[in-house]
């Protein structure tokens, strides 16, 4: 089945400045990359995805790249702000499997004001 | 606007105690999930389904099984609930038609 590493598991950063989470994923089928993230005491929420015949994607202050060859893909935060404070959480799907999601472990981002 | 609601955001049952958790979705989706989450592990599927009366393993099912009589509700059942499975457990809807998957807000279940 799919494996997904996700790092690092904690992040903290100046208000400000950029934040970059990365994935690594297990099997090449995969063909579906989204980021969910979850604040404190909530539930989680997409905030942006990519497939697997687009290379970046850009949404404001996130975007996602993705690497086919290398099997990982990255969240950017640029301008990071503090609402930005959360869980993110990377998955991956492989198109057999239907809506299944693997996710990987969260990455814990800290804003400094 | 999508609504997942899960039937209780705390409880605490004892060791041996069998344990049910429901989910109920407003959407009409056809897919629905059980995971739990626990720190440093993420979200880790316990049982899904694609559809009424359906059910398929996840990463892992052990100690738990799952009933999906209707459509919009999903029940997560623990047999004989076990110290090892004090977690946060989410529930999940998506549509077949689309990859999101929308999260209920969490049962946090601690086992004594």
């Known amino acids: 089945g799919e494996n997904v590493e996700q790092h690092p598991s904690t992040l903290s950063v100046q208000e400000g400045d950029s934040a970059v989470i990365k994935c690594t994923y297990s099997?090449?089928?995969?063909?579906?990359f989204p980021w969910y993230k979850q604040e404190l005491g909530k539930r989680p929420q997409l905030i942006i995805d990519i497939r697997s015949n687009v290379g970046e994607k850009k949404d404001q202050r996130i975007a996602v790249t993705l690497n086919k060859t290398a099997k990982h893909f990255s969240l950017h935060i640029t301008e990071t702000q503090p609402e930005d404070s959360a869980v993110y959480f990377c998955?991956?799907?492989?198109?057999?499997?239907?809506?299944?999601?693997?996710f990987g472990g969260g990455t814990r981002v800290l804003v400094k004001p | 606007d999508v609504k997942v609601t899960q039937s209780s955001r705390y409880l605490v049952k004892r060791t041996g105690e069998k344990v049910f958790l429901e989910c109920v979705q407003d959407m009409d989706h056809e897919n629905m999930f059980w995971y739990r989450q626990d720190p440093g592990l993420g979200l880790r599927l316990i049982y899904f389904?694609?559809?009424?009366?359906?059910?398929e393993k996840g990463d892992i099912p052990e100690g738990y099984s799952v009933s999906r009589e209707k459509k919009e509700r999903f029940s997560l059942i623990l047999e004989s609930a076990s110290t090892n499975q004090t977690s946060m457990y989410l529930c999940?809807?998506?549509?077949?038609?689309?990859?999101?998957?929308?999260f209920g807000a969490g049962t946090r279940l601690s086992v004594l």
């Open positions: 099997d090449s089928a995969s063909n579906y």
């Open positions: 998955a991956a799907r492989i198109k057999a499997a239907g809506n299944k999601l693997t």
């Open positions: 999940a809807s998506s549509p077949t038609s689309k990859n999101i998957q929308y």
């Open positions: 389904s694609y559809d009424v009366k359906m059910k």
